[in-house]
């Protein structure tokens, strides 16, 4: 049943229902000169997807059998397709090969249903509390203990089990929700324990943890390139007391999908499962540069709602991700995890020698 719902709203192969975009979001705008321009505009890049889909489903073989063997022969053609946007009713599939959830999912047979139906967790209340807040505008969401609630809750409440350390935090409904528009409850939940356990990428469950050490390891890292790529713009943010944790913190905690249009996240999710967590820095980097000229303008106030609402043209995947791929972080990334560390250990150790003393 749920995948059948999911299946509905695959881009291109069903219309749209009336007030309803090609993703299942309500739309905010019914103007119907809007709508004529999206036909058209669709209409155009149908024929292209058609050909795209076809390339695809030959990369990938029936059911992802010829998958690995394609990314080991042709691992360039693979990331360039990739960088080019995922076919849409073949982005589930693709996103559980690339991110090695399809492979946990395949050694840990029984084990989310065991977790779903026999296993009790603390978070429960906090759970059901948030699930209403977890993409409220989006069809599949919005009936009250519907089936997209049901299985949002249940991925969630798997996952709090399965790692008691990190639980649940609210941010984290974001990451399964997207999920579940693409594959099942159980597919969904191994994607995210791929994910958090970094079974392909470094593991990220450190941005849930008490005191969300792998966000504050995050926005030292994208301060310091910030003010490196962008240097009048880190004066101008320094002079109004901006932080990244005014602005940043949500970039990487639910990796675009809490206020992003969700065309240009999912183009953003297709590199992250596949190139890990600097695309979040790059698409980070490349808003701050595609306004600079307004932004180191503006005050304190107005730059806060300005980083919080980025004009259309920034939000356009097809301007904004050839400029986050032109810059290059991967090396100043670790250069920063090395100095952040470092930096870590020295104030840990200062606080135990200070703490002996007072013994």
Not at 63 to 69: E, L, P, Q, R
Not at 97 to 104: A, H, V
Not at 254 to 282: C, M, N
Request: proline residues 4%.
């Amino acid at each position: 049943m749920e995948k059948q719902r999911i299946d509905e709203y695959e881009a291109g192969l069903v219309p749209s229902p009336r007030g309803v975009d090609r993703f299942g979001f309500v739309k905010q705008d019914n103007s119907s000169i809007a709508d004529a321009l999206n036909k058209s505009r669709l209409a155009n890049e149908h024929q292209r997807e058609e050909r795209r889909i076809r390339k695809w489903r030959k990369m990938i073989g029936v059911g992802g059998s010829d998958w690995k063997h394609y990314v080991r022969r042709k691992p360039l053609v693979v990331k360039r397709r990739i960088r080019k946007g995922i076919p849409d009713c073949l982005r589930g599939l693709v996103w559980q090969l690339i991110s090695g959830g399809r492979d946990l999912l395949l050694m840990n047979p029984g084990v989310y249903e065991q977790l779903v139906i026999y296993e009790t967790s603390a978070s429960e209340l906090d759970i059901i509390r948030d699930i209403s807040r977890t993409f409220p505008s989006h069809v599949f969401f919005q009936q009250r203990h519907g089936p997209g609630q049901r299985s949002l809750y249940n991925v969630l409440k798997a996952y709090s089990v399965y790692d008691r350390d990190v639980g649940y935090v609210q941010g984290m409904g974001f990451l399964a929700g997207l999920l579940l528009l693409y594959m099942s409850e159980e597919d969904a939940f191994w994607l995210l324990v791929a994910l958090l356990k970094g079974a392909v990428h470094a593991p990220m469950e450190g941005l849930y943890l008490v005191g969300l050490p792998l966000v504050q390891q995050y926005l030292y890292q994208f301060d310091h390139m910030m003010r490196e790529h962008l240097p009048k713009l880190g004066e101008h943010f320094t002079k109004e007391m901006i932080n990244p944790s005014m602005y940043a913190s949500q970039w990487f905690i639910t990796v675009f999908t809490y206020s992003f249009p969700f065309h240009l996240a999912l183009r953003i999710w297709d590199v992250f499962l596949y190139e890990g967590v600097k695309i979040v820095f790059q698409v980070g980097l490349a808003l701050l540069k595609y306004c600079h000229d307004d932004l180191i303008k503006l005050p304190f106030e107005k730059l806060i709602h300005a980083l919080r609402n980025f004009p259309e043209g920034a939000m356009n995947p097809d301007i904004l991700l050839p400029m986050a791929y032109s810059i290059k972080v991967s090396r100043r990334l670790e250069e920063l995890k090395e100095q952040y560390e470092k930096k870590n250990e020295k104030v840990a150790k200062s606080a135990n020698s200070s703490g002996k003393q007072k013994q």
